[in-house]
């Protein structure tokens, strides 16, 4: 099976510091790969390189095929969520995803159509002239995504995307890009630093450090046989503790009932 995307010894120095040291991975079409890290691991320069933000001091990337490393970030067919949403405030929300349609000449004439047509996949059809400000983080989320899917991107970047938001809202926009996931079948490149959203999301995870791939494999795989004591510390130690401490609760809640 060809690669959809195909990452060969990318390198990224900055003032001679190495911050992403010649990583090699595919992914393939329709995947969901979570780049797991802490910060300074080198993850969103990743995304920048991959989205064509920055330039690689040296490597390649291919998108299907044709190689995209210096191509301008126009012209790869790439869409990406940002942590802040980056919404324009004094725009309802359907205008905020026709917005980006309009400077797509294949989207032009049908900017009001696809824009309508996807905000209803993203559940916020009763709030088309509403104002970004008016919405929660989690609605101002949808909408972000939905700005995203409108362009219909060969990839979707996720800068961590929920990291804003609270609890509550965290667990239903997981369950919310993994539907949206399903329903486009779009392949998705997930930066985050949750070990537990990494976990529950992917297809495959790659766990990072100091610029380098420590380990590239399913979630359980990772989990049962972490490739070194790194993955072994910062994954599962840390699902441990959170399944730990989720047992407890519900001990507790038995013993009060």
Same mark, same amino acid.
């Given at each position: 099976m060809?690669? @959809? *995307?195909?990452? +060969?010894? *990318?390198? #990224?120095?900055?003032? =001679?510091?190495?911050?992403?040291? #010649?990583?090699?991975?595919?992914?393939?079409?329709?995947?969901?790969?979570?780049?797991?890290?802490? =910060?300074?691991?080198?993850?969103?320069? *990743?995304?920048?390189?991959?989205?064509?933000?920055?330039?690689? $001091?040296?490597? =390649?990337?291919?998108?299907?095929? #044709?190689?995209?490393?210096? &191509?301008?970030?126009?012209?790869? +067919?790439?869409?990406?969520?940002?942590?802040?949403?980056?919404? @324009?405030? +004094?725009?309802?929300?359907?205008?905020?995803?026709?917005?980006? *349609?309009? %400077?797509? #000449?294949? %989207?032009?004439?049908?900017? !009001?159509?696809?824009?309508?047509? $996807?905000? &209803?996949?993203?559940?916020?059809? &009763?709030?088309?002239?509403?104002?970004?400000? @008016?919405? =929660?983080?989690?609605?101002?989320? !949808?909408v972000a995504i939905a700005r995203t899917l409108a362009l219909r991107p060969d990839i979707i970047l996720f800068d961590e995307p929920l990291s804003a938001l609270d609890a509550a809202n965290r667990l239903t926009m997981r369950e919310e890009i993994k539907r949206i996931q399903r329903e486009y079948g779009s392949t998705i490149i997930y930066i985050t630093h949750d070990q537990e959203e990494a976990f529950t999301m992917s297809d495959r995870i790659m766990v990072m450090s100091e610029g380098n791939i420590e380990q590239l494999d399913t979630p359980i795989h990772i989990y049962n046989h972490p490739s070194n004591k790194y993955v072994n510390d910062f994954f599962v130690t840390h699902l441990d503790k959170k399944l730990n401490a989720l047992i407890k609760c519900i001990k507790e809640d038995d013993n009060e009932n």
């Amino acid at each position: 099976m060809n690669s @959809f *995307l195909k990452v +060969n010894d *990318l390198c #990224k120095v900055y003032n =001679s510091k190495v911050v992403l040291n #010649k990583i090699s991975f595919e992914v393939q079409k329709g995947e969901f790969l979570s780049v797991l890290g802490p =910060s300074g691991c080198g993850k969103t320069t *990743l995304l920048r390189l991959l989205i064509g933000i920055e330039r690689p $001091t040296s490597g =390649s990337i291919y998108l299907d095929g #044709k190689d995209i490393s210096y &191509e301008d970030s126009s012209k790869r +067919n790439m869409g990406i969520v940002f942590q802040n949403y980056a919404l @324009f405030p +004094n725009m309802t929300v359907l205008q905020n995803v026709e917005y980006a *349609l309009t %400077f797509k #000449k294949e %989207f032009k004439n049908k900017s !009001r159509e696809i824009a309508l047509q $996807t905000l &209803e996949k993203v559940g916020l059809k &009763e709030h088309l002239d509403k104002k970004i400000g @008016f919405l =929660s983080g989690g609605q101002q989320q !949808r909408v972000a995504i939905a700005r995203t899917l409108a362009l219909r991107p060969d990839i979707i970047l996720f800068d961590e995307p929920l990291s804003a938001l609270d609890a509550a809202n965290r667990l239903t926009m997981r369950e919310e890009i993994k539907r949206i996931q399903r329903e486009y079948g779009s392949t998705i490149i997930y930066i985050t630093h949750d070990q537990e959203e990494a976990f529950t999301m992917s297809d495959r995870i790659m766990v990072m450090s100091e610029g380098n791939i420590e380990q590239l494999d399913t979630p359980i795989h990772i989990y049962n046989h972490p490739s070194n004591k790194y993955v072994n510390d910062f994954f599962v130690t840390h699902l441990d503790k959170k399944l730990n401490a989720l047992i407890k609760c519900i001990k507790e809640d038995d013993n009060e009932n």
